[in-house]
């Protein structure tokens, strides 16, 4: 894995500590909207544990998540987290947001099962 997949790791690895955050900031917000958006769409089947992390972290009333997704501060984060996560490969995407989820990566198989090493 090169530089830049590392800092794709890295950057996902930051999201769980968010949601432990307090009262994270818009700008929080956006970035972990965004990162559970594109790791929603790089693998679906493990969807809904990315949007339950970013459930965990906007858990506030209705109209202030709908008044902070509003604000500028959390549509330029969501904008440029999402221009960030564009850059990397499908299976660095795949990596990633395994790692979020702590779902172990999984490795093609022969058609006799046995795992690629």
């Known amino acids: ?3 830049k997949g590392i800092l794709f790791l890295c950057s996902l690895a930051v999201v769980p500590q968010l949601a432990m955050a307090a009262q994270p900031s818009p ?3 956006g970035i972990a909207q965004a990162v ?3 790791c929603s769409k790089v693998d679906p089947r493990d969807a809904a ?3 339950g992390i970013w459930k965990n972290m906007a858990s506030m009333p209705a109209a202030q998540l709908a008044s902070v997704e509003a604000d500028s501060t959390f549509k ?3 904008q440029q987290a999402n221009a960030f996560l564009a850059q990397f490969s499908s ?3 795949q990596a990633g947001c395994k790692a979020i989820v702590g779902v172990p990566e999984r490795r093609p ?3 006799d099962g046995r795992k690629h090493k």
């Open 76 to 78: 330029q984060a969501y």
């Open 27 to 29: 700008q929080m917000l």
């Open 36 to 38: 559970a958006d594109f």
């Open 109 to 111: 198989t022969d058609d």
């Open 49 to 51: 544990a990315f949007q």
């Open 91 to 93: 299976e660095e995407a």
């Open 1 to 3: 894995m090169h530089v």
